[in-house]
Structure formats: C-alpha cells, structure tokens
C-alpha cells in the first residue's frame, strides 16, 4: 500500500481504513472464489491476528460473508448494494442506456459500456444478444484494458509515455492471443489509425469484439465495446458492427453536449 492516499498526496493512508479497501479488492478480484485466512493474509501482506479480527468486522456488517466452519471469506452483498448505487447514480450511464439498446437491435449481439480505472477497464452497463450462443454479461466486473477492445480503444487515447506508466509489466495473460507489450503497441496505432480497436479472442477463447472510445471529456475515460462469438464473424458482419459503433459514438458524443452540467465533477 502507498503511504499516500490516491490524489491526496501529503495526507497519510490510514491503516485501519486501508486494509480494509484492500481486503475488500482482494476479495472482490476473486470472482466468487473462496479464501482462507491464510491464503488471504498472503495476498494483502496483514498478519493473521489483525487479519481475523478486521474479517470478523466485516463479516458482522455484511461486507464479507464466511462458510458454516468460519474458515473460508468472500465478497458480502453490501459490497453488490454500494456498487449498485454507483451505476444507478451515475449520468453516463443513463445517458448511455438506450444506444446500448438501440445497437443491440440493429446488430443483434451483446454490446458493452466501460470506463478505464487504472490498468484495468470495469464494465458499467450491458446489452445482451438474443442469441442462445452470446458473450456473458461482465457488469461490476474488471478486466486489464490491454487485453479488452474497450480498454485498447482508450489506451490508443493517450501516449505512449502514459501507456508505459499505466500498465503492469509484464501484461496479464489469458488466451495465446493475448498481446505482449510489443504487439500491443502495434495494434494501438492500428487502432489510432482506424478509429476504433479490435479483440480477437484475447481476454476470452471464441469472442471477438469491437470497441470505440466515447470522446466527450479528457482524458477519455469511456468506451462501447460489441461482442460477438468468432464462430459468427464475417467480413461482412464485421464491416456491419464497426459502422454502427461509429454511428453510436458520434451520436453519443453529439447528445453529450446537451446532457446536464449540474452533475458533481467525480475524480
């Protein structure tokens, strides 16, 4: 942990507070999956006797939920209730909601929105195919934005200095698709060239996605992302789904310019 709070430089972590976010994280990074004390002291690097007592806490409040033996921690359903608030509070993605809606009827496949935290994109709203073989919904879920078409289109928003800095070395990997860092650089200028950026199986086997930047703040934070199964993907399927991403995001850009401007400036 930094002993300065993120953007607050100069005022101090509190300890308490701080192994608690990362517990949380820890927790929540897991997707389901249960830990034991153990494992977990490891992984936040807090002793065990601090561990189980903070654990403890957050099991009686809700925020972490334990087996019947009381040896094995997950994510609570506070967690699920305090994320939830965060969509349902935030403009964008009301604003957002029905051209997600629209693409899915006009290109029939599940469509994506994002926003770029860190390294990692964290997926806010989704629109799924009414194909019986479709992409499974991703929402309140992250992923390393060097292997998402979302997180390359916002990448491909910033130089090479910020891309440098931003992402972990050496890059996740997931499939043999996944991008190393000298690949990755080359399909970000493919991208910045194209206007929009392209996954190919590499965050998951058998998907294919396409993703466009939604440039109506900086630095750009936002993206819409269509994904299909690769069995189903045609040049001409292909073709189809780029121009209507466009299409959305120049829609989407041209109404941001009338939304609100009463909503608080977050960082």
Sequence with gaps: MSGMADGQKGVRDVKSAARTVEVLEVLGGL?????NLRELAERTQVPRSSLYALLQTLVARGWVRTDATGSLYGI???????GTSYIDGDLRVAEIKPYLDDLVADLGETVHFARLDGADVVYLLTRESKHHLRPFSRVGRRLPA??????????????????AELLPDPLPRFTESTLDRAALQTDLAATRERGYAIEREESNVGVHCIGVALRYDGPVQDAISCSMPTA????EIQREAVERM???RDEIERAALRWPTSQVSWR
């Excluded at 609570?76 to 305090?82: C, D, F, M």
């Excluded at 060097?146 to 891309?163: H, M, N, P, V």
């Design 76 to 82: 609570g359903v506070r967690a699920l209730l305090v």
């Design 146 to 163: 060097s292997a998402t078409s979302l997180g390359k289109a916002l990448l491909a928003e910033r130089d090479d200095s910020e891309i």
């Design 246 to 248: 466009l299409r959305a």
């Design 232 to 235: 189903r993907v045609t040049p």
């Design 31 to 35: 997707e389901g999956e249960p830990v």
